[in-house]
């Protein structure tokens, strides 16, 4: 029988974000998430991964909804045509959905009832909608490894994906532009100083990276992704064991193109109050000529700044 653990950190309640409602910041490392996030943190924590699942862990905006294509066509080469009539939502499991509060929970909440009748949904619909799963799993999350089960990577496989973050916070201004008004200094500024839903990017990267040597990790560039898809997915192939020939393999990088997700809608999240496509341009400097010059180089400062605080060989500092 597993043991379980009390997750090892504190809150800081606080008001709201932009329009997230109530938040907490979640220390160590200063994550700010929703308020929800709270009761389910435990759970979360102690979540029983399998030697088959793979795990997507990435800071938000980094070539997720990509990638998670790309994991999912790998391991179902097989029906890999789903993809472009059955939701991302019903094939990929998003656990933070539970806590997020911005897509549609009807289709997760009649799927568990009719699994389970006695289920509680206050546990998380997507969480024991993943546990009940009798297949082989592919787990989304962008919260940081600090705050999932510890064992995770000694359980299964875990892909992350990583952005330049200024691309990165670029990214994330054009995504809150599709739920509403948002402004660009408002969101560099709470970008730099990790004041923004899932906190620090570098709290992220720094969890991430000290983790690379272990073997069940691969780490992903989105910029290498963008440069030479061909060459990323024979390595994911290698680490993920899919034996895929090199026909199938592009059969998945066709698949997963980016005009291909753009034009089919459940290749991404369905959220309840997206407007217009999850997609913006896919292109890597996408920043470029987006910020005044004064706030450009600041953010360029920052970044420089504390990529080596990471590592010095870590891809961003330059």
């Known amino acids: 029988m597993t043991t379980r653990r009390e997750i090892p950190v504190s809150y800081e309640d ?15 490392g ?13 759970i979360i924590y102690n979540f029983e991964y399998r030697r088959d699942d793979v795990c997507l862990f990435t800071f938000p905006k980094s070539g997720t909804v990509w990638t998670a294509g790309i994991i999912w066509a790998m391991t179902h080469i097989g ?12 094939r990929v499991f998003f656990v933070d959905n539970d806590f997020m509060h911005r897509f549609k929970e009807h289709d997760y909440r009649e799927k568990l009832k009719n699994l389970c009748p006695d289920a509680k949904e206050e546990d998380g619909l997507v969480l024991q909608l993943a546990a009940l799963e009798k297949g082989r799993r592919l787990i989304w999350s962008h919260l940081p490894f600090n705050l999932q089960n510890p064992e995770v990577l000694d359980k299964c496989k875990v892909v992350s994906v990583m ?26 500024e709470t970008f730099l100083s990790g004041k923004a839903i899932y906190g620090s990017y570098w709290h992220h990267a720094n969890e991430t990276w000290k983790r690379k040597d272990h073997p069940n990790l691969h780490i992903m560039f989105y910029e290498d992704m963008k440069a030479d898809v061909m060459s990323e997915l024979r ?31 459940t290749m991404a999240p369905n959220s309840v109050a997206f407007q217009g496509s999850f997609f913006h341009t896919g292109k890597v400097g996408s920043s470029k000529g987006q910020l005044p010059p ?8 920052w970044v420089k700044e504390n990529a080596l605080k990471v590592d010095p060989s870590f891809k961003y500092a330059f």
């Open 30 to 42: 200063d994550t700010m998430l929703p308020a929800n996030y709270k009761r389910l943190a435990n």
């Open 163 to 188: 952005r330049h973050p200024k691309d990165n916070m670029f990214s994330r201004y054009v995504h809150y532009n599709k739920f509403g008004n948002a402004s660009l200094q408002l969101i560099t």
């Open 294 to 301: 004064e706030l450009d180089a600041r953010v360029d400062a």
């Open 235 to 265: 390595k994911l192939n290698e680490f993920l064991g899919t034996n895929l020939t090199e026909d199938q393999l592009k059969k998945v990088a066709e698949h997963t193109n980016f005009n291909n997700m753009k034009e089919h809608p």
């Open 79 to 90: 029906e890999i045509e789903r993809a472009l009539t059955e939701s991302l939502n019903n």
């Open 14 to 28: 606080q008001d709201n974000f932009l329009n997230f409602g109530k938040v907490v910041i979640v220390k160590p």
